[in-house]
């Protein structure tokens, strides 16, 4: 008897969008007319530029545009072309609304070109790593609107494709230029303002002389004009504080990404925040028989992102989440989470969404003298 082969949430995830990014990436033949390669996304660890570096391109009736991620955070390209489409995250599940919600597959399923473009029809990369890239070639003249589909408020381009011999061509030189001065020039002064800012915890008098301390999730630069409000730090801030035994901290989150404040018990791998499902309901689980039908695919469902919270204090070995915090709309679990010390110790804690680009915390608790 065959058996599916399971991996971890996160690991099948990778899978399913490495394997959507390879599908997007392939040409279905060679190209060979003019190339203009540009940039995805800028930034390192917890500091995320979402932006196209140019987004506006002016290019000649032929040319193939390759968009490359230059990021921690995953990017995607996509072409709506007057479509209506859902840019949420996650999707109710089509069999049954009840179930956990699933990755849109709007945004998370790759539909590249079907040769050379014509801006008819929908096109997306789907979610692309840092290194990977995506290309269309552009078959007729007009301008071309693009997204990315995970950030689509902030990261928005245009690409005008005139006919050959125009003037005003966007040169391989001018886009690398851009792409090598944006960050420092438009955003290292906006990280320094933030850190110097609003990195730091406040606190107020709470009850029985403890205190109230807040700590922000996350922040970003105030303001959505395209040319520089797409700055994002997925850090907490501060990433370290002293607190004593009975105080309180509050963590808000200070920009319109999610993010999750976890505490996990010692030893233990942070919780997945996919799975994969079958369309009749069941969990994918290690060991299982595949469906008789081979082509009933699993997808992937939104998991471990309710509160967790034994107690009103924190004991210091159990699991206390916050459950998703914030995004574009808030989830219902709102934009704030608050937790009261009564244990004295140093505990680490996470986002759950954005551990793996460096969103880690510490909190030490001192006794009360």
């Not at 005139?162 to 001065?181: F, K, N, R």
Request: hydrophobic letters at 40%; proline letters at 11%.
């Amino acid at each position: 008897m065959r058996h599916f082969i399971v991996l971890g949430g996160v690991a099948l995830a990778v899978l399913c969008l490495l394997a959507a990014a390879v599908v997007a990436t392939a040409a279905p033949a060679p190209q060979t007319g003019p190339r203009l390669n540009v940039v995805a996304g800028q930034g390192d660890g917890v500091v995320k530029m979402q932006g196209f570096v140019p987004d506006k391109l002016r290019v000649a009736q032929g040319t193939t545009v390759t968009w490359t991620v230059n990021s921690d955070e995953e990017h995607g390209i996509a072409f709506l072309a007057g479509t209506t489409v859902s840019l949420e995250r996650t999707v109710p599940q089509p069999e049954d609304p009840s179930r956990p919600r699933m990755a849109n597959p709007r945004i998370f399923d790759a539909v590249p070109p079907r040769g050379p473009y014509d801006g008819s029809y929908f096109v997306n990369s789907g979610p692309l790593g840092r290194g990977q890239s995506f290309s269309v070639t552009f078959a007729s003249t007009g301008s071309f609107e693009f997204l990315c589909p995970l950030h689509p408020r902030v990261m928005t381009g245009v690409v005008e494709v005139v006919p050959a011999g125009s003037a005003g061509i966007t040169t391989q030189q001018q886009a690398d230029a851009e792409a090598a001065a944006h960050m420092a020039r438009d955003h290292g002064p906006q990280v320094e303002q933030l850190l110097a800012t609003r990195n730091r915890a406040a606190s107020t008098d709470g009850p029985a002389d403890s205190k109230i301390w807040f700590v922000r999730a996350g922040t970003g630069w105030r303001t959505y004009l395209p040319e520089i409000g797409h700055l994002d730090i997925d850090a907490f801030l501060p990433d370290s504080l002293t607190v004593r035994q009975g105080d309180t901290i509050v963590w808000t989150v200070d920009h319109d990404v999610p993010h999750t404040i976890t505490f996990l018990p010692p030893g233990q791998a942070p919780p997945e925040i996919w799975a994969p499902m079958l369309p009749d309901g069941t969990l994918v689980t290690p060991g299982m028989a595949p469906p008789a039908d081979p082509s009933v695919q699993p997808r992937l469902v939104s998991v471990n992102r309710q509160p967790v919270k034994p107690a009103a204090s924190y004991d210091g070995h159990s699991l206390y989440s916050s459950g998703q915090l914030g995004g574009d709309p808030p989830t219902p679990q709102g934009m704030a989470w608050a937790l009261t010390f009564d244990t004295p110790g140093t505990y680490e804690y996470l986002c759950l969404l954005h551990a793996g680009t460096g969103m880690r915390g510490q909190i030490t608790v001192t006794p009360r003298e």
